[in-house]
């Protein structure tokens, strides 16, 4: 500015000073503005989060719960083994639905007539005469007595205990009879019925009637599929990326690839589950609905995802270590093998644990290939039919029972627990095995 | 450039004639390096090395010998390509893509780029040290015995640990760390990892040990240690230092070469050249007029 009068070199100073305070506040306005957007826009989100779990929870907790009904029940001689001979085969197949029937008429001795039986019969599941079934064939000295037991309660019973289903609703719009409600007070006021926790839920497989359809079958299929998936796409996925990255010389082949490859990762998984049931089952004649078939096909769903991560673990790894190992005379090979691999295998191994939460939450490529199947045996291996805890999901959210609610909700419950766990495990990995340079 | 090239030929009279006598050797558009670019007993020749990172032109037809159980100092402005010529000793910039390298580089005689030359045996026998000290991050002990391992030099366990421990040794190491041979070599201090980067060189008994400004990220005790090292492992072994310190170079070096933008501009006793720097761009830089 002006050197020769330095009166009015003040002047111009004090104006800059004033022009910036000025400023300010709208300066910090602007700031606070834009965290306060920052806040709400976090805040929605977990907002969202927050009331989609809570409402999963909500509706789901009371699946792992199932009501039982206390009933005397008679192991009559006569109807199971009327020649006495405990015969293992004759136990198994004498009709168990029978004493069942006849243990609730016992309770009620005054109800007559085909509907009110039905009625009364209904309230115990069709499960139950399993249930005694298999307590004969695992002590066959109990036929001749009697036993108060714990029968399993239908899901009406159930929904009912649980206040899914409204008393103060009118009877001809309500699922369960006036007639019901009585006799289930009456055993109330017994203390003969209790609610435990639902262990079938996580043993059986599916079934038609809720009190008795559990996610059993759906986790064996599920682990079947994943181990099928992480065998095959684990080692392809480690392999493709070592050698795109360390080996692979760089043209226009490997540039396609490379570009193909991320691509690939874009794809909707519903054209794998295409490409499963074209070429795994019409060319290859692979069996229907089998976890073998959904491994594969995940496999190749989660194998871009596999080689992008293996790829950016490979890369982070410093060219020093390279260096040093190339430096006292490693070869290439055992330059990759004995340091780089190693020091990557954290990252690779976040990138695949990622993967399989992804193939174990994918429902689309399984729709394809049949693993949408109604399937009640637990899956034993990798050839038999089964379904998956998503298709599971899928199918109960489909199911017009009013108990069916509460199993997807548990079911969902499950999958996010499972999902949530190797979410964290990718998270401990990473933080455990890191490296600073 | 070409007006420094034209004053740099009228002075390397001397050299042209000794340059006859590179048995066999091709001698392309000698550059006019001052000063004696052979010596006697040499472990390493270079002759007319030209180094191209895709169209750069990064070293210029650099002659130069390399003498058994001497230390040669490179030194030189950054970017002006000593760290380059020390890669291509022992083919380091292989792996640095788009980069070509022509000319003759020899070691003992056989060429360091022929086709039957492995760069595995060329590394065992042409160690190097980097700039940051890279130790594995595995136990000190498996640093050094790595290299001996993938050669198959110890035959057994015990002799794999007479070589640890001499290595450890040599490199002014082992009483530091003797007692925490099984800790990550990546916990030891910066200049201790320099000097286990050193021992794991030593560790495959190479002939030459090329160092990249081993101790640029070092504090003024470990490069001490560092240097006073480097006088020793003369003894036995034949040392190539690039460094950005010319105290050092003065240091530790018997003779300096000194680069500039890919010529080999000067090359002699390192007390010649520090006290009587025979060109004007060698005058410059050690009188820190420039780099």
């Known amino acids: ?38 806040r709400l826009a976090v805040l929605t989100g977990l907002a969202f989060v927050g009331s989609l779990f809570l409402s999963i929870i909500l509706n789901g907790y009371t699946g792992f719960e199932q009501t039982y009904l206390k009933v005397q029940v008679t192991f009559d001689q006569e109807a199971l083994d009327p020649e006495g001979r405990r015969d293992p085969a004759a136990l198994a197949g004498a009709d168990y639905a029978a004493l069942v029937k006849r243990a609730m008429q016992a309770a009620f001795p005054d109800v007559s007539g085909r509907s009110e039986l039905r009625e009364l019969f209904g309230m115990v599941s069709s499960g139950a005469e399993y249930q005694l079934q298999d307590m004969v064939k695992a002590d066959p000295s109990l036929v001749g007595t ?60 599916d079934s038609r009637e809720p009190e008795l359809a559990g996610i059993g079958g759906a986790v064996m299929g599920s682990f079947y599929t994943l181990l099928v998936c992480l065998v095959i796409s684990f080692p392809i996925g480690v392999a493709a990326a070592v050698y795109l990255e360390e080996f692979a010389p760089k043209n226009r082949l490997t540039d396609l690839i490379e570009v193909n490859i991320n691509n690939l990762a874009a794809v909707p998984s519903i054209v794998f589950g295409l490409l499963g049931l074209a070429v795994l089952i019409n060319f290859f004649g692979m069996p229907r609905s089998a976890p073998v078939v959904g491994g594969l096909v995940l496999a190749l769903m989660v194998l871009p995802t596999i080689i992008i991560a293996g790829r950016a673990a490979l890369k982070s790894v410093p060219p020093s270590i390279r260096e040093a190992a190339l430096g006292v005379g490693a070869s290439k090979m055992q330059t990759v093998f004995h340091h780089v691999l190693p020091l990557a295998m954290p990252g690779m191994m976040t990138g695949m644990i990622i993967g399989m939460a992804h193939a174990l939450g994918e429902t689309a490529p399984l729709l394809m290939i049949g693993m949408v199947a109604f399937v009640v045996d637990v899956p034993k291996g990798f050839f038999d039919p089964s ?51 | 450039m070409n007006a420094t090239m034209g004053t740099l030929s009228d002075a390397a009279t001397g050299v042209a004639g000794r340059a006859d006598a590179m048995d066999g050797l091709r001698i392309r558009n000698f550059s006019g390096t001052v000063g004696e670019v052979t010596v006697a007993n040499p472990r390493m020749r270079t002759r007319g090395v030209d180094v191209y990172y895709g169209d750069k032109h990064a070293i210029k037809n650099v002659t130069l010998d390399i ?28 792996t640095v893509e788009g980069c070509r390298v022509t000319g003759h ?20 026998q042409v160690g190097m040290v980097f700039q940051k000290p890279n130790p594995f991050p595995k136990p000190i002990y498996d640093n050094i015995a790595y290299g001996p391992r993938i050669h198959g030099i110890a035959a057994s366990r015990a002799e794999l640990d007479e070589i640890v421990e001499s290595s450890l040794r040599r490199a002014g190491l082992w009483d530091e760390v003797k007692d925490r041979l099984d800790q990550p070599g990546t916990g030891l201090s910066g200049g201790q990892q320099q000097r286990l980067c050193i021992a794991r060189a030593i560790a495959v008994s190479p002939e030459v040990i090329l160092m990249d400004e081993p101790c640029s990220a070092l504090d003024p005790i470990a490069t001490a240690k560092i240097e006073e090292l480097i006088d020793e492992l003369r003894q036995n072994y034949t040392i190539c230092i690039v460094t950005h310190s010319m105290q050092q170079a003065a240091r530790v070096s018997q003779r300096t070469a000194y680069f500039h933008l890919g010529d080999l501009i000067e090359v002699g006793e390192t007390t010649q050249i520090f006290t009587n720097p025979r060109h004007k761009l060698t005058e410059d830089y050690i009188t820190g007029r420039f780099g």
């Not at chain 1, 998503?390 to 609610?405: C, G, H, K, N, T």
């Not at chain 2, 003498?67 to 000793?89: Q, Y």
């Open chain 1, 1 to 38: 500015m002006s050197d020769d009068n330095p009166s009015s070199a003040g002047a111009p100073r004090r104006r800059t000073i004033d022009a910036v305070r000025a400023s300010l506040p709208r300066r910090y306005a602007k700031e606070r503005r834009f965290r306060l957007t920052g």
């Open chain 2, 67 to 94: 003498g058994s159980n001497e230390v040669i100092a490179m030194i030189g402005p950054s970017g002006c390509g000593k760290s380059t010529f020390l890669r291509c000793l022992n083919r380091m910039n292989d």
């Open chain 2, 105 to 124: 580089i020899t070691l003992d005689d056989k060429d360091v780029y022929d086709r039957q030359m492995d760069p595995v045996v060329l590394r065992a």
């Open chain 1, 387 to 437: 379904t998956l805890l998503p298709v599971q999901i899928y199918l109960w959210a489909d199911s017009p029972e009013r108990a069916f609610v509460e199993k997807t909700a548990a079911a969902i419950i499950v999958l996010l627990a499972f999902l949530i766990a190797m979410n964290a495990l990718a998270v401990y990995l990473r933080k455990r095995f890191e490296r600073r340079w």
């Open chain 1, 146 to 205: 009697t036993r108060d037991l714990w029968l399993i309660a239908s899901d009406d019973v159930d929904m009912v205990m649980k206040g899914h289903i409204d008393r103060r609703v009118p009877e001809d719009q309500r699922r369960v009879s006036d007639r019901v409600l009585g006799w289930l007070d009456v055993l109330e006021k017994k203390g003969a019925v209790d609610t435990r926790f639902n262990w079938r839920f996580f043993t059986n497989g």
